[in-house]
Each structure stands twice: as C-alpha cells, then as structure tokens.
C-alpha cells in the first residue's frame, strides 16, 4: 500500500548495523576528490566496502588521497582527468573498468566558484569557464558513466549541485545557473534512464567548511552574516555529506531517483 507500513525483513538488520548500507563489491568513480567534499565521499565510500577511482587534475594530490584509502585497507585508483574534456573521461571510465572490472556509482563533485562579482561584470570566458566544470562536466561524465551502466542495467549516479541551484544567491550568478541547470539534469536522467535500473540523484549541500568557501569564512562580516542564515547556526562539515552519498549509492536507496537532497543546516526551510 503505498505510504503504508510494512513489515521490516529481518535479513536486513544486524547486530552491527544495516547491511542495505554496505557498498561491498561496488565500484565508484568520485571527481574532484582530491580534497573537500570529494575527499571525504571517496573515503567514506571506501570504509563502505567500495573500490574507489579518485579522480582530480592534480596527480600527487589525487595519489595521496588513493594511498591513504589503501592504507587502511581500501581498494583504490588515483586517475588524473579533466571533467571538461571528453576525452579525458572517456580514459577515466575506460580505467575504472579495466581495473576493476564494473562501474556502479559515480559521484560527480568536481565544480568551481571562482568568481564573486555582480552578474554585469562577468565575463564571457569567466562565464564559460564556470558552466564548463560545473555542468557541462557534470552531463559528460553522466553520459559516460551511462553507456556503461546502460549495459550492466544498473548503476548510480549522484550529482553534486547546491542549495545555490535552488535559492538567489547573488554575485554568484554563473555557479547557480548551473547547479539550477544540474537539478533538472538530474530529473531528466533519472526519467530517461530509470528503464535501464540506473538512479540518479543529486546532493545539494548548503555552506560547507572547504577550500571553496575558505574566503568567505575569512571574512568575519560576511561569515556572521551567512551564519545567520543558518538555522543550526554553523557551517556544515564535509563529512556531514558523506552519509547521504552512501545512502543514495547503496541498496537502501532503491526506490530513490530523481530527488534533490538538500544538507544545509535547515537553510532552505526558512
């Protein structure tokens, strides 16, 4: 009965914990986890039970994220590649499938802000070179991802937008056209693709403590501003967003596509 109670399986309770959680044996590409919040997916996912590509365009950065994963016991790849060249993505799944075998989930991070200015000073190529990351890559790694997954008739795609795709923040008018534009990616892919058992999401966290808001939280007036915006009052972690990737690319998430989870202190409830 739709929304109605049901019974709950007892195979899926443990004494340590929910099994539908684990990502044993599942194989993830994370971009742009060299640092932040796709840093902490990547690992997160590896203490999940996940082999874990982590991708980036900094080969030593990447490695070092890799050898850590490694360290404690994770399977992992370090895989250079720029988001915004197709050809580059190509290398990356054709990679992770010579490695590993499969591709299961993707998470695509990578994305930039490295503009705040009013929208009539922005400048065609500042323009382009936003979009560029933060949604053209978005959609070529979606298409490659999806030929496989298509193929293997399933997978999990998790997109990473913004609470900026969805509410005004001004001076940013290129980053939220295109996390507002990631959104409807989303929807579209998840419609277009939910025949071949492939479920796409999107995580939109609010202000997160990471290298992308380091100048906002140095500047004391517009951080205590911003704080109060927040009902919790504070800046989120980046490990406070790896629970929902997990949730979104494991098993108990089966019935979810499509949907746009928002991680951001009650910030959108106002």
């Not at 991708?55 to 850590?68: F, H, L, M, Y």
């Not at 795709?165 to 998840?190: D, E, H, M, W």
Request: aromatic content about 4%; proline content about 4%.
């Amino acid at each position: 009965m739709p929304g109605g109670s049901r019974e709950i399986r007892p195979e899926l309770v443990s004494m340590n914990g929910l099994p539908q959680f684990s990502l044993d044996g599942k194989v993830a590409v994370v971009t742009g986890s060299s640092r932040g919040i796709g840093r902490a997916i990547a690992e997160g996912f590896a203490r999940a039970g996940a082999g874990v590509v982590v991708n980036g365009r900094d080969p030593k950065a990447i490695q070092t994220v890799a050898d850590a994963i490694a360290a404690a016991g994770g399977k992992s790849l370090a895989m250079r590649a720029d988001v915004t060249k197709g050809a580059d993505i190509q290398r990356l799944i054709d990679a992770t499938a010579a490695t590993f075998g499969r591709l299961d989930i993707i998470v695509n991070n990578a994305g930039i802000s490295p503009y705040y200015k009013p929208a009539e000073t922005m400048t065609e190529a500042e323009w382009d070179e936003v979009t560029g990351v933060n949604l053209k890559g978005v959609f070529l790694c979606c298409q490659a991802a999806g030929r496989v997954m298509i193929a293997q008739q399933s997978g999990r795609i998790i997109n990473m937008s913004s609470i900026a795709g969805q509410i005004a923040l001004p001076r940013l008018v290129a980053y939220s056209s295109a996390k507002g534009a990631v959104n409807q990616l989303t929807r579209v892919l998840a419609a277009e693709w939910a025949p071949h058992q492939i479920l796409v999401n999107a995580i939109a966290p609010g202000y997160i403590g990471t290298d992308l808001t380091k100048g906002l939280r140095e500047n004391p007036k517009r951080l205590d501003a911003l704080i109060r915006q927040i009902p919790l009052g504070r800046l989120g972690n980046p490990t406070e967003v790896v629970g929902a990737a997990i949730y979104l690319a494991s098993d108990a998430a089966s019935y979810v596509t499509g949907h746009i989870l928002e991680i951001d202190g009650g910030w959108t409830a106002l």
